[in-house]
């Protein structure tokens, strides 16, 4: 079991690491962009859809770890209330599963925008990249945030011990 939980923090680090590296050519690109327009006024054309690109790549590819580890922002307003009644692990799993569940949703639509963006055969103005590609990547990493967030939720009630030894 333990050999299984460390391959999966292993392969959990992956998203990071793509992420990492969306937000540095981000970077790149734009700071590149900034001195080519200011000093030669001769700006990267493709720019703009390559932020658009990068950013879905950098929010959607960490969504599964952010989410399954709840480093998310939390409103704590009903901290207090669950904790006098020491139901917070309950409380916590309810929300990992309905959040998890409630995914499925903006998955469904994401992937239907896509095949109908891979129909018309819609591209990027300037790179005429393939737009469906960037809807499957984020349908497939909502989909696997999902999952985490059920796997997580389930834990909540069934081994939550497991969950307090990650965080330690």
Request: aromatic residues 12%; proline residues 4%.
């Amino acid at each position: 079991m333990a050999s299984l939980l460390h391959a999966i923090r292993r392969l959990s680090s992956i998203p990071v690491y793509v992420a990492c590296a969306a937000l540095f050519i981000l970077m790149v690109m734009t700071f590149c962009d900034v001195i080519l327009r200011s000093i030669f006024n001769a700006p990267i054309e493709a720019a703009t859809e390559l932020t658009r690109i990068l950013m879905a790549i950098l929010v959607f590819a960490v969504l599964p770890v952010m989410s399954s580890r709840a480093d998310h922002i939390a409103v704590d307003l009903t901290d207090g209330f669950f904790a006098r009644l020491r139901l917070t692990r309950i409380r916590d799993g309810l929300v990992f599963l309905f959040s998890g569940i409630m995914l499925f949703w903006p998955i469904k639509r994401v992937w239907v925008l896509a095949e109908r963006a891979r129909d018309y055969g819609d591209v990027t103005e300037y790179l005429h990249i393939p737009q469906f590609y960037i809807g499957w990547f984020i349908a497939v990493f909502t989909a696997i945030a999902a999952v985490a967030m059920i796997v997580v939720g389930l834990l909540h009630f069934l081994a939550p011990h497991l969950l307090t030894e990650r965080r330690a």
